[in-house]
């Protein structure tokens, strides 16, 4: 089970943190990562980490403003936002596979906490 926290209303330019608790099966070896939706536009990747950390993956449009972490002792994986543009209002998902992927073949989704960010 993954369950998404963190999310909310802020400005343009502002920061998020957030969290995405992991239990069970995926609580154990996975790699972890953030994909987001916004209103009638297609899930798309945003941040992937392996379950050592050691390979970390962005996609473009938010490298050097997200960062994903992840502390395996608390089976929780974060992404921290900063610079936040309005382009990034979407519903944010963390997922779990044994791969660590980029693509939406991951086997494991949470429910998604809503991001909104204000011009």
């Known amino acids: 089970q993954l369950v998404e926290s963190g999310g909310g209303l802020v400005q343009a330019g502002g920061s998020l943190r957030l969290s995405c608790a992991a239990s069970?099966?995926?609580?154990?070896?996975?790699?972890m990562g953030w994909f987001r939706q916004a209103p009638g536009k297609e899930r798309e990747f945003v941040a992937a980490?392996?379950?050592?950390?050691?390979?970390?993956y962005y996609e473009d449009s938010v490298k050097g403003r997200f960062t994903i972490s992840r502390d395996n002792a608390k089976n929780t994986v974060y992404l921290q936002m900063n610079s936040l543009k309005p382009e990034d209002t979407a519903v944010y998902y963390c997922?779990?596979?044994?791969?660590?992927?980029?693509?939406?073949?991951?086997?494991?989704w949470g429910q998604g906490t809503q991001v909104t960010v204000s011009s």
């Open positions: 997922a779990a596979d044994r791969l660590v992927l980029t693509d939406l073949r991951y086997t494991y």
């Open positions: 069970g099966r995926t609580g154990s070896s996975y790699a």
């Open positions: 980490i392996s379950w050592s950390g050691g390979r970390i």
